[in-house]
Nanobody
Framework: QVQPVESGGGSVPHGGSLTLSCVVS????????VYWFRQAPGKGREGVAR????????IYVDSVNGRFIISQDNAQNTVSLQLNSLKPEDTAMYYC?????????????????WGQGTQVTVSS
């Protein structure tokens, strides 16, 4: 299986916005859930959001709900994550991941198809 490919990270000030994109191989995109996780320095990897690419259903963790928006582009096999009202505590490496089963958004250990990550840095 081809791993997802992320893009769109960068450095922004507190309150700024970024949009991350994740391109997933067509066979995975058509039957899977796509996740966004993040890992801050010295911390474990945590779930951020999950999108069922078949139903279009999105789930967010509490810390980003209302600020982040996950969306899909079926023509491009792409899942995007719009990060709004960014805070310094959102600083992390953001990873896209995919699975055939729609595990809970926190199920980092059940996911085996990961991208390389894209860095998001928010200055105070």
């Amino acid at each position: 299986q081809v791993q997802p490919v992320e893009s769109g990270g960068g450095s922004v000030p507190h309150g700024g916005s970024l949009t991350l994109s994740c391109v997933v191989s067509p066979d995975i995109y058509s039957r899977a859930c796509v996740y966004w996780f993040r890992q801050a320095p010295g911390k474990g990897r945590e779930g951020v959001a999950r999108l069922n690419t078949v139903t279009g259903t999105a789930i967010y963790v509490d810390s980003v709900n209302g600020r982040f928006i996950i969306s899909q582009d079926n023509a491009q096999n792409t899942v995007s994550l719009q990060l709004n009202s960014l805070k310094p505590e959102d600083t992390a490496m953001y990873y896209c991941a995919a699975a055939d089963v729609c595990w809970d958004v926190h199920s980092v250990h059940k996911i085996d198809l990961w991208g390389q990550g894209t860095q998001v840095t928010v200055s105070s």
